[in-house]
Each structure stands twice: as structure tokens, then as C-alpha cells.
């Protein structure tokens, strides 16, 4: 019962959009500016960087706290990355409104910190080296997360890493890619919005189909 009263913890936390908090106190509905997502990548295309490091932390510390207080309460590694998944869900999907989520790529980060703390630094290394080459916020999410699997899936080789965490990092990969599907298709044709607005191809139609990572 703790542990499953410690997951509906995590993905209530997850549902707290700080992108929509940061909104409303600027007088910004970022739904319909930017790419329309609720993340950090749009924080900062519509309002800048700071702005978007602060949503940035705030939502990467909800998957960090989910799963570092499901290890400090002794809930062992099954329910530790079953929160952490949780609270990304959350964010992707919040229960007030499932379509009205982010992409998940900040809190699955900072998840990934706590489960598996050098992996966590891989994909964050990855994810910040690729956003920097190709400006595509995307990417660096898609590549981060391939990257941190890779690292995990070392760290379980090597007996670093138990099976239950990288079950729960293969779950939260899984979910990213999935909500960044349509990315991928856009990224395929050419289409995918820049980190700081506008399509590769710098159409007005590139600009309008964008989404974030």
C-alpha cells in the first residue's frame, strides 16, 4: 500500500505543469505560442532562456523527488523507478487534462539522475551537445534518452545497475520517443521546429507543425 500510494504521489506531482505556472504569472497562454507545448524548450522560445531554466529545473526536480523519495522511504528499486515513471507520465499526461502534457524530457533526466546517476550524466551530456550542433531541442531529447539507455544498459552488464532501474529508464525512454513520434516524422521531412523557433527549412509551415522535445 506505501508503494502504491508513493506511485499516485509521483504522477500527481508530475501533473504540476510549471511551464503553464510560469505562463499565467506572465500573462502568456503558451499553448497557443511557440510550439503549443507545455515545456521547458517552449518556455524559453517564447520567453527566453532564463525563464526556460527555470521551468527546466522545476520539472526535472519532480521526477528527481519522485524517485529519490521513493528510495528514502525504503521502497526498494521496483517502486523507486515505478514512481519515476510515474511522474513523468504525469507530465506528459496530468490528470486534469492528459492532452494538455509535455514531452517528458526534463523530468525523465533528472529520474535518470537519481536511479542511475552516470547515465543520468550521459544523457544530459548527449542531449546538450546534440541540442547545441543541430538546434533541434528534439533531438537532443531523442538522443539523450537512446544515450542514457546505452549507459544502463552497460551498467547492468557490468552489475553497476540492478534490472528493476533500467526496467524503469527502458519504460521512460519508451515514453518519450512515443510522445515525440510526431517529431520524429517532422525531423523525416525536414519540417522540425529549431530550438529557438523556426522549421530547418524556414518555412512559415515548418514553424507552425514544430513541437518541442
Known amino acids: 500500500m506505501k508503494a502504491a500510494g508513493a ?9 504540476c505543469l510549471f511551464a503553464a505556472v510560469v505562463g499565467r504569472i506572465v500573462g502568456r ?24 531554466l527555470v521551468v527546466f529545473v522545476l520539472d526535472g526536480a519532480k521526477g528527481a523527488a ?22 513523468v507520465l504525469g507530465h506528459c499526461a496530468p490528470f486534469w487534462n492528459p492532452r494538455a502534457g509535455g514531452k517528458g524530457a526534463s523530468t525523465g533526466a533528472f529520474a535518470t539522475c537519481v536511479l542511475a546517476p552516470l547515465a543520468g550524466a550521459v544523457a544530459l551530456c548527449s542531449a546538450l551537445m546534440l541540442r547545441v550542433t543541430t538546434k533541434k531541442a ?11 539507455l546505452l549507459a544502463a544498459g552497460v551498467g547492468v552488464g557490468v552489475g553497476a545497475l540492478s534490472a ?34 523556426g522549421s530547418s527549412d524556414g518555412s512559415a509551415e515548418g514553424r507552425a507543425k514544430g513541437t518541442d522535445g
Not at 7 to 15: E, K, M, N, Q, R
Open 7 to 15: 506511485i499516485l504521489l509521483a504522477y500527481g506531482l508530475g501533473s
Open 29 to 52: 497562454d503558451l499553448r497557443r505560442e511557440g510550439s503549443g507545448n507545455l515545456g521547458a524548450s517552449n518556455v524559453q522560445r517564447v520567453l527566453g532562456l532564463g525563464p526556460g
Open 66 to 87: 519522485a524517485a529519490a523519495g521513493a528510495l528514502a522511504l525504503g521502497l526498494g528499486d521496483v517502486a523507486a523507478s515505478a514512481c519515476a515513471f510515474a511522474a
Open 138 to 148: 528534439s533531438l537532443g531529447t531523442l538522443g539523450g534518452a537512446g544515450a542514457a
Open 164 to 197: 528493476s532501474r533500467f526496467g524503469g529508464l527502458a519504460a521512460i525512454a519508451v515514453l518519450i520517443a512515443w510522445r515525440h513520434r510526431g517529431n520524429i516524422a517532422r525531423l523525416r521531412r525536414g519540417e522540425e521546429l529549431g530550438a529557438t523557433g
